[in-house]
């Protein structure tokens, strides 16, 4: 009895590692198989990973590129500005939020809710204070009838970046010192159309090689007239009237001036008004805020 229970145990065990061995043998196999040959999936996917690895080289020498080139033009226009107003510069971004906060993950989700229903009531009050203010605009305009309604833009397609001094004492660049300067430099290429900003009637025309060059002047019979200085050539003549957008002469430039542009001046009476304050509706809020920053921080004029 005790001799078979030994022999069945050798043969148990002869199984066991009979089967540890096959195992064993076709994970070998398996390994091997695995290493030396790829399944089709296998194959697709690393030449996909090959064809991204190649397009991601070179999207990033691409993007090294547009850096190198935006980083040269923003230096050149840095250059011609500094040549042309003799100062930095300034950001056309100035116009921002003034209370953005830097803080670390660290902070509640309690102090974020409790800060955004601080803002928003805030907001709320800003808003209602805006539209109460509107509302007496829109009531004193109304009772007056001297009142001239926002200017349409003299030149097209104006942007921020071809704003330029406005009134106030500003740097002349013939005499090299402060001198004041009554109206707003709007950059534009010699011989640029040149539009009335409003309907009126033509008061003045001047033809001269000095000083403000050609000038023309409109009456829009409400206290307010408009003068565009440093013309090319006018094609408007005296006495006649005009409508809103209709061209009357083209940029010019003088002998007196740095670069070609249009001189712009607003005028109520005798009393010197700031252009820039009537482009509002011709522009985007936006717009509107970087041109307004840049005719204030604009030290030098251009005539």
Excluded at 136 to 161: F, H, K, Q, T, V
Excluded at 214 to 219: A, L, T
Excluded at 259 to 272: I, K, N, S, T
Aim: zero cysteines; charged letters at 25%; a neutral charge.
């Amino acid at each position: 009895m005790k001799g078979k229970q030994t022999a069945r145990r050798r043969r148990w065990g002869k199984a066991l590692r009979f089967l540890a061995a096959t195992v064993t043998t076709a994970v070998g196999f398996y390994a091997l198989f695995a290493l030396l040959f790829s399944t089709e999936e296998e194959r697709r996917l690393q030449q996909e990973n090959e064809l991204y690895e190649s397009y991601y080289q070179s999207l990033r020498e691409k993007e090294r590129l547009v850096s190198d080139v935006v980083e040269g033009l923003e230096m050149k226009d840095d250059a011609l500005y500094r040549r042309i107003f003799e100062t930095e510069a300034p950001s056309v971004d100035a116009v921002t939020a003034a209370d953005l906060i830097s803080v670390s993950d660290s902070l509640s989700e309690s102090f974020y809710l409790s800060y955004s229903a601080s803002k928003s009531e805030s907001l709320r009050m800003m808003a209602r204070s805006v539209d109460e203010n509107f509302r007496e605009i829109y009531r004193i305009l109304a009772a007056r009838r001297d009142s001239l309604p926002p200017l349409s833009m003299p030149l097209e397609g104006m942007s921020s970046a071809q704003t330029g001094a406005s009134v106030g004492l500003k740097h002349n660049p013939l005499y090299k010192v402060d001198l004041q300067h009554d109206g707003i430099d709007l950059v534009a290429p010699q011989g640029s159309p040149v539009y009335a900003a409003a309907e009126g009637v033509v008061r003045e025309i001047v033809r001269s090689n000095k000083g403000l060059g050609n000038i023309v002047e409109i009456d829009h019979r409400n206290g307010y007239r408009t003068r565009y200085a440093l013309l090319g050539d006018i094609s408007i003549a005296k006495g006649r009237t005009v409508k809103r957008g209709q061209k009357i002469g083209t940029v010019g430039i003088s002998s007196t001036t740095f670069a070609p542009h249009l001189h712009y001046e607003v005028l109520r009476g005798d009393e010197v008004l700031d252009p820039v304050h009537f482009l509002f509706a011709s522009v985007t809020p936006d717009e509107y805020a970087k041109m307004l920053y840049m005719s204030v921080s604009t030290r030098q004029s251009l005539d």
